[in-house]
């Protein structure tokens, strides 16, 4: 009856396989550094301290949407995107974005609403910053 034992060990071993894949899982999302949220990766270069006051501001007021370095969310899309490279979308863009808001085109997350809050002054700052993005990750 050897053959007995050999079977009834399948099961186990199922079930110990299964709780290892689970625990490497639940591992692999405790030390992976990228936020499963974003829609892409974005490698994130050092920054002069216009960016860096240009990030603040990106933070406060457009991140919500626009993601943590400029990655997308559900609610908007990535700027770290060749649609957005400077000679499809220049700085212009950014500014009537936040005075007028964007009535959806590209992607279907819906309108982007105006942002008044922020400052023709501030948005150039902002698009400093995500220019500067842009660039270390090879949309320019
Ligand atoms: C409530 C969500 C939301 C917030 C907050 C938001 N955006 Fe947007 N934004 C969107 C969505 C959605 C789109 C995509 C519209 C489309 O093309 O389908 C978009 C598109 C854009 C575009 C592309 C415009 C174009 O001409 O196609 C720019 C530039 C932009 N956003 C800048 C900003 C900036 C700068 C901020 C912060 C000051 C900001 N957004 C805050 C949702 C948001």
Not at 49 to 67: D, I, M, P, Q, R
Not at 99 to 125: C, L, S, T, Y
């Amino acid at each position: 009856m050897a053959n007995k034992s050999t079977s009834s060990n399948i099961p186990k071993y199922f079930v110990l396989g299964f709780f290892a894949f689970g625990a490497f899982m639940v591992f692999n999302q405790l030390t992976s550094d990228t936020d499963k949220t974003q829609a892409v990766t974005v490698k994130v270069p050092d920054l002069s301290s216009v960016a860096l006051e240009g990030k603040t501001l990106f933070e406060k007021n457009c991140l919500a949407c626009h993601g943590k370095n400029a990655a997308g969310t559900g609610q908007g899309p990535p700027f770290i995107n060749p649609i957005y490279r400077p000679d499809h979308h220049g700085d212009q863009a950014f500014v009537i974005a936040a005075m007028q808001g964007v009535r959806a085109h590209h992607w279907r997350f819906g309108n982007m609403p105006a942002q008044p809050q922020v400052k023709p002054d501030e948005i150039q700052k902002i698009v400093i910053y995500v220019r500067a993005l842009q660039r270390a990750n090879g949309i320019n």
